[in-house]
């Protein structure tokens, strides 16, 4: 069984776990040390994987930390638990002082469903106060189980994980404030769009009265790249088959929302790095909002139905065939960049 599914299966045994744990230590026992185990560390060795690991800080003698990956004796990630049920939010200081005394390039804080890994991109030797990498055994996707592969004991090498560890460090930051921004401009974020187009003073009140016309900028702008190819799309209806001439007559019916809007702008930015984007149309149903292929109802990309009570992403596979998926927010959307990539790929190579 390849690596991915098996930490899905793992991740689907330790959620039904969870709620039976009453403890730190059957965290431990149930939840951490088979997720290192998954990782192809023998936790059975306490020359490779060693509990209770001695890391004096500053004055205080004896200090422990819960296990460390040892090689040559060495400590190489230093791991500190706190019980499924607790929030990590404060513990980090913990291991923080453990870091600084320990040639351990790497440490994990975890409680079995999320795990944060830190190192020392900042300042040597000093563990970063924000961990390059998080996993939440919730919420797992393709993109962070293929980061988590880098600490499989066959593929573990320090120095590659360090140089990897800015570009995922900062490229989660940005995604995070990007889809911050897509949900509420930032003050300081309206201040740098309109230090280049409004010349009076920036006043709160100025701010407060532009950043929802930011925000509608931010849907439009891909959307104006759409109306320049009208022309050419209203000569193609010709060629339309019956449902496309079905959900044209029915068009002036539809309202197109924001928040579809905002959903085609998001799908965009995904396809940006490998799609020429004015081949990226909607087109708005009375059933759902469409994302195609040069504006071809044959060549769908994806649909969206955000009008009910829990929101759908349906995406379709090679022949077509819708998966539907549930979504709590349009932001959601970015857990499945592999599969729509996927399917506007397979229009883009034709």
């Given at each position: 069984?390849?690596?991915?599914?098996?930490?899905?299966?793992?991740?689907?045994?330790?959620?039904?776990?969870?709620?039976?744990?009453?403890?730190?230590?059957?965290?431990?026992?149930?939840?951490?040390?088979?997720?290192?185990?998954?990782?192809?560390?023998?936790?059975?060795?306490?020359?490779?994987?060693?509990?209770?690991?001695?890391?004096?800080?500053?004055?205080?003698?004896?200090?422990?930390?819960?296990?460390?990956?040892?090689?040559?004796?060495?400590?190489?990630?230093?791991?500190?638990?706190?019980?499924?049920?607790?929030?990590?939010?404060?513990?980090?200081?913990?291991?923080?002082?453990?870091?600084?005394?320990?040639?351990?390039?790497?440490?994990?804080?975890?409680?079995?469903?999320?795990?944060?890994?830190?190192?020392?991109?900042?300042?040597?030797?000093?563990?970063?106060?924000t961990p390059f990498l998080e996993i939440d055994m919730r919420k797992l996707s393709?993109?962070?189980?293929?980061?988590?592969?880098?600490?499989?004991?066959?593929?573990?090498?320090?120095?590659?994980?360090?140089?990897?560890?800015?570009?995922?460090?900062?490229?989660?930051?940005?995604?995070?404030?990007?889809?911050?921004?897509?949900?509420?401009?930032?003050?300081?974020?309206?201040?740098?769009?309109?230090?280049?187009?409004?010349?009076?003073?920036?006043?709160?009140?100025?701010?407060?009265?532009?950043?929802?016309?930011?925000?509608?900028?931010?849907?439009?702008?891909?959307?104006?790249?759409?109306?320049?190819?009208?022309?050419?799309?209203?000569?193609?209806?010709?060629?339309?088959?019956?449902?496309?001439?079905?959900?044209?007559?029915?068009?002036?019916?539809?309202?197109?929302?924001?928040?579809?809007?905002?959903?085609?702008?998001?799908?965009?930015?995904?396809?940006?790095?490998?799609?020429?984007?004015?081949?990226?149309?909607y087109r708005d149903t009375e059933s759902y909002f469409g994302i195609l292929y040069?504006?071809?109802?044959?060549?769908?990309?994806?649909?969206?139905?955000?009008?009910?009570?829990?929101?759908?992403?349906?995406?379709?596979?090679?022949?077509?065939?819708?998966?539907?998926?549930?979504?709590?927010?349009?932001?959601?959307?970015?857990?499945?960049k592999k599969e729509i990539i996927e399917s506007a790929k397979r229009y883009d190579?034709?």
């Open positions: 069984m390849e690596f991915t599914e098996e930490i899905k299966q793992f991740s689907r045994r330790i959620l039904e776990l969870s709620s039976s744990i009453t403890n730190e230590e059957a965290t431990k026992m149930s939840m951490i040390v088979p997720f290192f185990q998954l990782l192809g560390y023998d936790v059975f060795n306490p020359g490779e994987f060693c509990p209770e690991f001695t890391s004096d800080v500053g004055i205080k003698k004896g200090e422990k930390v819960d296990y460390a990956i040892l090689s040559n004796g060495k400590p190489e990630i230093l791991i500190e638990c706190k019980w499924c049920g607790d929030s990590l939010t404060k513990h980090d200081s913990q291991l923080f002082r453990y870091f600084g005394v320990s040639p351990a390039r790497f440490a994990i804080l975890t409680n079995g469903i999320s795990y944060k890994f830190y190192t020392d991109l900042e300042e040597s030797n000093k563990m970063d106060l393709d993109a962070s189980i293929n980061a988590l592969k880098i600490f499989k004991k066959e593929d573990f090498d320090k120095d590659s994980i360090f140089s990897a560890a800015s570009e995922l460090k900062y490229s989660g930051l940005i995604k995070e404030w990007i889809k911050k921004q897509l949900e509420d401009i930032s003050d300081d974020f309206a201040k740098v769009i309109l230090s280049d187009v409004y010349y009076g003073v920036k006043t709160q009140k100025i701010l407060d009265k532009f950043k929802p016309i930011i925000k509608k900028s931010f849907n439009s702008y891909i959307n104006d790249l759409v109306t320049q190819k009208i022309s050419s799309a209203l000569d193609s209806t010709t060629k339309a088959d019956d449902t496309e001439v079905e959900e044209i007559t029915h068009a002036s019916k539809i309202v197109t929302t924001e928040e579809e809007l905002q959903a085609f702008n998001i799908v965009c930015a995904i396809l940006s790095e490998c799609i020429d984007l004015t081949k990226i149309h040069d504006n071809n109802n044959r060549k769908p990309i994806c649909r969206l139905n955000l009008d009910t009570k829990r929101k759908q992403l349906m995406i379709p596979d090679a022949s077509k065939s819708f998966s539907r998926i549930y979504i709590e927010s349009i932001t959601d959307i970015f857990k499945y190579a034709s």
